[in-house]
């Protein structure tokens, strides 16, 4: 079975401060990897997805993640984070090829200090 | 845009008390799926199905159902409601791999915050 570890609860950061949020996962076979994100009062929605090729995916508003096979790693980084980037940040895996069941991380709420 | 709609954004039941959840979905998604949401836990799934009239159990099932009688409708019912299933419940769905765009990717409802007392 697949799982995934976002080891901070919590990130507070000076707006305009570069942020990471941190992702490992466990599997034994080949997965697809997501960042989902989760505004106040609002469900999940997709922020960034890795499939395959490029290792190196991006989001439209500026945040990008790595795939590391290595270190089954997913981290996300956005090189100056916005007031507006507050919000909470899941980690999420699936099984490529399997029923798409999606296993989450415990999230990682990023609060952007003015 | 895909849309989920979830019918009750708040609800207070009583202990024992027989709850049911609606999600709907417009576009025609083959997989849904419930999730609860609690602080610290993340999402942890409780049902999903794939088709009509097929589920599957999650993480953690115990204490719920589901019914999925339409494409478009997924239900989760619990029986007799206890305080331990005070949380947020998110309905999401998506395309089955490769028949759409979009495909292996999670639209997810508002949610619907339930408080057993």
């Known amino acids: 079975a697949q799982s995934v570890t976002q080891l901070d609860s919590q990130v507070p950061v000076f707006e305009e401060a570069p942020v990471e949020l941190r992702c490992n996962y466990s599997s034994s076979v080949s997965v697809y990897l997501f960042w989902y994100v989760q505004y106040p009062n609002q469900g999940l929605q997709l922020l960034l997805k890795y499939l395959s090729g490029s290792t190196l995916v991006e989001s439209i508003n500026g945040f990008e993640a790595e795939f590391n096979k290595s270190q089954t790693s997913f981290h996300l980084r956005k090189p100056s984070v916005h007031i507006s980037d507050t919000a909470e940040y899941f980690c999420a895996v699936m099984i490529s090829g399997g029923y798409q069941k999606v296993t989450f991380g415990t999230g990682t709420k990023l609060q952007v200090i003015p | 845009d895909v849309k989920v709609t979830q019918s009750s954004r708040y609800l207070v039941k009583r202990t024992g008390e027989k709850v049911f959840l609606e999600c709907v979905q417009d576009?025609?998604?083959?997989?849904m799926f419930w999730y609860r949401q609690d602080p610290g836990l993340g999402l942890r799934l409780i049902y999903f199905?794939?088709?009509?009239?097929?589920?599957e159990k999650g993480d953690i099932p115990e204490g719920y159902s589901v019914s999925r009688e339409k494409k478009e409708r997924f239900s989760l019912i619990l029986e007799s409601a206890s305080t331990n299933q005070t949380s947020m419940y998110l309905c999401a769905s998506s395309p089955r791999t490769g028949a759409k765009p979009g495909a292996n990717v999670l639209t997810f409802g508002a949610g619907s915050r339930l408080t057993v007392l």
């Open positions: 576009m025609d998604h083959e997989n």
């Open positions: 199905s794939y088709d009509v009239k097929m589920k």
